[in-house]
């Protein structure tokens, strides 16, 4: 793995624990980096299931999630020993400076949220949960005065909400809070699924980080084309296999299937082939280490409440300040 970039500040980044697997949008959008950072400067990462209430409704689904996401942060290679890794709700802390930071909030901000439009526009049932998502995770951020936030270009508009109240924040309380910072990758950009469109639990369209082996190939497989025949020649930068291909791929072997490719007399099912190689090999030591902690439950628990006793320190620190700037509890 290339040497971690060096960013100033405390680094934070959630997950929500609402489907079955970390995906490789999750994998490759954010949580790849997580890991850089995590030897190069002081972070936190956070399993965030008040988040997932807002679509998981079965408390054994969400605790089942809970311990995959658990699992894959530390598959990965996220050390609890230099990183805070912790569960959102074992900070109730996090509500109450929620609510705090609600009542500063402009209302029209939260209705142009593409999350929310984009929960409309499926024809989700649009709970109030799925309105405030925005609010939570900004209290996610200021809570612990992070300042470095790494997530994927889809999160771009709630980090910027953050800002917003956050500076909002100061100027009416005082200066409390750090103005975070987006770190979001550019190239990485947003990571197709199945039917090239954004890789997401939410479109069943995802290929799983911790997949079986056949699971993984048939998932491949499966990647949406074009209809060119077999010796029509192609363009890889419009072709998702590629797409995918180019995270996995040494640039020598990227440029031979770039050939390919172009060449004509490469069917779609060879290059889904060498993409299936590429990921299995990166792949494999990673689900063997995710399916032995999850054989070891009571560890992952015990990891999330160590987490989330550091996490407390913090967390104490900006709401004692803050409750006494606003006014509320003891004088
Ligand atoms: P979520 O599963 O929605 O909690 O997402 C966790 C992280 O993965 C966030 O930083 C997202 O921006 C990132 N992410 C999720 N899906 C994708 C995708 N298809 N492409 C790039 N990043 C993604
Ligand atoms: N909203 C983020 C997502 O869906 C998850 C999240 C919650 C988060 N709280 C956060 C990300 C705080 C970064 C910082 O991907």
Redesign the pocket.
Known sequence: MSKGPTVKGRVL????P??GQ??????????KRFVELSKTAETLFCV?DL?ALTSVKEAEKLRDYTRSLTAAYLAIGIDPEETILFRQSDLPEVCELSWYLTCNFPLGLLERAHALKDAKARGDTVNSGLMFYPILMAADILLYRAEQI??????KQHIEMTREIAQKMNSVYGDLFPIPEPLIEES??????LDGR????SYNN?IGLFETEKALEKKVKRIVTDSLGVEEKKDPEKCSVFKLYKFFASKDEQNALANKYRAGGMGYGVAKQELFRVINLELSPLRASYDSWMARPDDLEDILLQGAQKARVLAFETLSELRSALGVGRY
């Open positions: 980044s959630g997950v929500q609402s489907g970390v995906h490789l949008g999750n994998y490759l959008g954010a949580m965030v988040h790494p997530v994927g270009a889809d999160q990485t950009g947003v990571i197709p699924g954004k890789m997401s639990k995802y």
